[in-house]
């Protein structure tokens, strides 16, 4: 969630693309970052630091989906307009409930209207980019799902590592692999969204 995305942003400069997709895995270089500041400090302001961007990097990603057909280096200001405006209610909102379900929903809606988009750009658009679209989505909401058991199931999933060998109950630590898994499935899916940018949809 570091170091891949950093090279993406370096490459998408070297290739002229547009600001988006260089924001996107500079997003994502940020996340990963947030994230280990938070799970090395178990602070309060690092938490926030990996949670918010959450949000963020997940708006720059349905800019680029609602934009993938739009010409190069156009800005559709509306929903850029749209997008600041949400994260700026999701953050000043949970800095005052610093409620984890409300921030779990808000990005919950990020992801939904990700796979809606995804959905429809590979069943009526580009069908040839069903195989990319589908193992970016399936990869990221496999993970999403881990994280939510995790959530859910913590208490009993450490009684359950308690009871069983070491080697088994490393595979059961659903927290690590929704960052795997995540990482993994928020790279493919920037891959996916300037696929979508190319003539044809990737197609030549």
Request: glycine fraction near 8%; charged fraction near 10%; include cysteine.
């Amino acid at each position: 969630m570091i170091i891949p995305p950093i090279f993406g942003a370096i490459q998408s400069v070297r290739d002229g693309l547009e600001k988006r997709y260089i924001a996107s895995y500079l997003a994502l270089t940020v996340v990963g970052m947030g994230s280990w500041c938070f799970h090395m400090t178990l602070k309060y302001e690092m938490q926030l630091l990996d949670e918010l961007p959450m949000i963020y990097s997940c708006c720059i990603f349905v800019y680029c989906m609602f934009e993938c057909f739009k010409s190069k280096n156009s800005v559709n200001y509306h929903l850029l307009f749209a997008l600041v405006l949400f994260s700026l209610i999701v953050t000043t909102v949970y800095l005052k409930v610093k409620e984890p379900i409300f921030h779990q929903v808000m990005y919950g809606m990020l992801v939904f209207t990700l796979v809606l988009r995804s959905i429809y750009i590979v069943t009526w658009v580009y069908p040839w980019l069903r195989g990319l679209g589908y193992t970016s989505l399936g990869v990221f909401l496999f993970g999403f799902l881990l994280w939510n058991i995790d959530n859910i199931f913590c208490v009993s999933l450490r009684n359950f590592r308690k009871k069983v060998p070491p080697i088994i109950g490393v595979t059961t630590q659903f927290h690590a692999w929704w960052h795997i898994l995540t990482g993994l499935g928020s790279y493919l899916h920037i891959l996916f969204s300037f696929l979508l940018m190319c003539p044809g949809g990737g197609s030549r």
